[in-house]
């Protein structure tokens, strides 16, 4: 060191302070230390240094170098405390809340329109006596087809109407709710009296009234003495209890595998009252539901008598009736979750 030691530490002392005071932000005051503090820094280099200086003045030049090292560390962390304290300032100023400002009003729920139906068909039929019984969407060919009276050449097995899965090679989704009447009979005996709802697949073209995922509740009762009377008693009933008001409906004759005689029963069309609309096909009346009297041979396969027992089935779209009831015109409203739409329920 040709320069006197101390009245450089005297000036490194004086710079460093001036320096560290007036630093603009963290970046610059952390450069500052590293000059003045760091294992390269300037201080670090004299303290190094000291071993070269004579006796008689090494113990000066240690002290006075440890007092600028106190000073300027004091010095740094006083700055970055202002200059932290001056940050959150800022941040406070621009995030401040206005706590007189009226809050920012929070939507509750609401239950959607085919739960909410679904729940008051069930209601509706429990009243009746009528339990719920739920199975499985991914069903095999057995319980969605054999076991109700559906011949292999039937073109619902076709994979243009039914959507089959990898999963295996009679593993499908299930067309119909009728697959959880085959396993209650399996597992009981009558008098039977229940309800299946549930989500069900067929490879529809989507339109204002078809969807290609709908849901469906099929019904079954099962016991002695049970005539197609009761069913157009049972179902008219139910109708008019749902609706709560009258409506007009008709019955006509159809076919389906596992009941004989089996019927269509319809409702005027609500939105052109028998006219013909998109909505209803241009028919004037919008089908609500299939049924019809159990086919012995569907009873001998789950092992029920069909010389003791008889019985009758229906199968109603939930979205269809929904749609009545609530006089929407479109199927497709019910899974596009426009909240314009779902809000009005």
């Known amino acids: 060191m040709n320069e006197d030691p101390i009245t450089m530490l005297n000036s490194i002392e004086s710079e460093g302070l001036s320096a560290i005071e007036t ?6 005051l952390e450069a500052l230390r590293l000059r003045y503090l760091g294992q390269k820094g300037e201080l670090t280099a004299i303290l190094r240094g000291l071993g070269k200086l004579d006796k008689d003045v090494r113990p000066a030049v240690g002290q006075k170098t440890n007092e600028v090292k106190r000073a300027l560390t004091e010095a740094v962390e006083e700055r970055e ?9 800022e941040r406070l100023k621009a995030e401040a809340i206005d706590i007189t400002a009226p809050g920012t009003r929070v939507r509750l729920g609401h239950i959607h329109p085919l739960t909410r139906i679904t729940e008051e068909i069930i209601e509706v039929f429990y009243g009746m006596g009528f339990n719920v019984e739920d199975g499985p969407e991914v069903e095999t060919d057995y319980y969605n087809f054999d076991a109700l009276n559906t011949p292999p050449s039937h073109p619902a097995r076709d994979e243009q109407d039914t959507f089959y899965t990898d999963a295996g090679e009679k593993v499908l989704l299930r067309s119909q709710t009728s697959t959880v009447q085959i396993r209650v009979m399996e597992r009981k005996k009558p008098p039977l009296r229940i309800i299946s709802p549930g989500r069900v697949y067929r490879n529809e073209e989507v339109n204002a009234r078809k969807y290609p995922l709908f849901h469906q509740i099929e019904g079954l009762l099962v016991d002695e003495g049970v005539t197609f009377g009761q069913l157009k008693g049972t179902l008219n009933a139910f109708i008019q209890t749902l609706f709560g008001k009258p409506v007009l409906t008709r019955f006509r004759p159809d076919f389906f595998p596992f009941t004989e005689p089996s019927a269509e029963l319809d409702s005027q069309c609500p939105f052109c009252e028998g006219q013909g ?38 199968g109603m779209g939930v979205e269809r009736l929904a749609m009545l009831k609530y006089g929407i015109n479109d199927i497709r409203y019910f899974f596009a979750n426009d909240l314009r739409f779902l809000r009005q329920f």
Request: hydrophobic share 40%.
């Open 277 to 314: 609309c998109r909505t209803c096909g241009n028919r004037g009346w919008l089908e609500l539901l299939g049924c019809g009297m159990v086919d012995p041979e569907v009873l001998r396969g789950v092992g029920i008598d069909p010389e003791v027992y008889t019985g009758f089935a229906f």
């Open 81 to 89: 405390k202002s200059l932290f304290e001056a940050s959150l300032g």
């Open 23 to 28: 630093a603009a932000d963290s970046g610059e």
